[in-house]
């Protein structure tokens, strides 16, 4: 079992940046891929970054690509979400996930393959 709890959401202008943590505690934090998630009002979850387990393989969605840089620390067990030149169209709650992987080189972009969710946090751009 691991929990995950996220944090530094908030309310930024367009233009802004806001880094997002996922703070893990419980099992060894390195043999998890983690991933990051959001959900807009009246909109799906859709994964916006994700990384192996090593930190050197990563994924981006293309609405993201550029702007966004995700990160982990294993002495940590923390991961990172950096969000650069923040639009609108980012604004919604945004979550960490955690995938149980026997692979040091996979990471995951579908919800339904993640074991561990955060509480999510808040980010709101405004215009």
């Known amino acids: 079992q691991v929990q995950l709890v996220e944090s530094g959401g908030g309310l930024v202008q367009a233009g802004g940046s806001l880094r997002l943590s996922c703070a893990a505690s419980?099992?060894?934090?390195?043999?998890?891929?983690m991933g990051w998630f959001r959900q807009a009002p009246g909109k799906e979850r859709e994964s916006v970054a994700a990384i192996n387990r090593s930190g050197v393989g990563t994924y981006y969605a293309g609405s993201v690509k550029g702007r966004f840089t995700i990160s982990r620390d294993n002495a940590k067990k923390t991961v990172y979400l950096q969000m650069n030149s923040l639009k609108p169209e980012d604004t919604a709650v945004y979550y960490c996930?955690?995938?149980?992987?026997?692979?040091?080189?996979?990471?995951?972009?579908?919800?339904?393959?993640?074991?561990?969710w955060g509480q999510g946090t808040q980010v709101a751009v405004s215009s």
């Open positions: 996930a955690a995938h149980i992987s026997s692979s040091n080189d996979n990471y995951y972009t579908g919800s339904d393959e993640y074991d561990y």
């Open positions: 419980g099992r060894t934090f390195s043999l998890y891929a």
